[in-house]
């Protein structure tokens, strides 16, 4: 049991010694994330209508408008978007240009936000990527908290071309969607770390100690 032991720490040892091969905090590829530019002083709506390019590192895309808040309850900053504008659907943001690597995988986060008042509800957004299938993506409304109702969502992507563009649209779904308040804020699209070749290669070997202590432990 002793010598068991020693092989667990002496693999967990090997396997921290790797560590700094992965990194830690994944880049954001996108621009702009968090609506923060241009930047707003005072608590208010700003409209930017379809095509627009006034929100950095975004087009603005759909019928009529896209609007952006400042707000305090906004989840990463002091701005957010309402993919629904004054009111409607199908309206929303389109990124710039990524640069990505065929084959590798890319996560997409972002927290998808509800209004808590009257005349709104719950909010549903379409997702794609390179004009892609689009994918769905709800926060049910919660009657009790006050102001913005937030919900972190994700998906992964793996890349089949050397390039990415995400488009958001507030949509229809029913009584899980509304055309008064679909809001969208911490949108991240960053590579998911692998363990470079030598982290891998320490975490076999850490691997290979505990399966020969285990055998000579048994044999013993």
């Known amino acids: 049991m002793k010598r068991f032991s020693l092989a667990l720490a002496v693999a967990a040892s090997l396997s921290a010694g790797g560590a700094h091969a992965v990194s830690p905090t994944p880049v954001n ?4 994330g968090s609506f923060e530019m241009p930047s707003y ?8 209508p ?6 950095t590192g975004w087009t603005a895309i759909g019928p009529g408008e896209t609007q952006l808040s400042y707000h305090p309850t906004c989840t990463d900053g002091n701005q957010c978007v309402d993919l629904t504008g004054i009111y409607g659907y199908d309206k929303g943001l389109r990124s710039d240009v990524m640069q990505t690597v065929v084959g ?6 972002f927290d998808l936000g509800n209004v808590i008042a009257p005349g709104f509800g719950s909010s549903t ?6 004009d892609g299938a689009p994918v769905l993506f709800t926060n049910v409304v919660n009657a009790d908290p006050s102001g913005f109702e937030w919900e972190s969502k994700s998906m992964d992507w793996i890349a089949d071309a050397a390039s990415a563009r995400i488009t958001f ?9 509304n055309n008064a308040g679909i809001l969208l804020d911490k949108v991240v699209f960053s590579a998911v770390p692998v363990p470079e070749p030598e982290a891998a290669a320490l975490m076999l070997a850490g691997l290979g ?6 055998r000579r432990g048994v044999r013993s």
């Not at 590829?29 to 702009?32: A, R």
């Not at 002083?41 to 930017?48: A, E």
């Not at 590798?104 to 986060?109: H, P, Q, W």
């Open 29 to 32: 590829l996108l621009v702009n």
């Open 50 to 55: 379809s095509g627009s390019t006034d929100i």
């Open 209 to 214: 100690v505990i399966g020969l202590m285990a």
């Open 169 to 177: 649209l507030g949509v229809a779904n029913g009584s899980l969607s």
């Open 104 to 109: 590798r995988t890319y996560r997409l986060s």
């Open 41 to 48: 002083s005072s608590i208010g709506d700003h409209f930017f």
């Open 125 to 130: 957004v379409s997702v794609s990527i390179n």
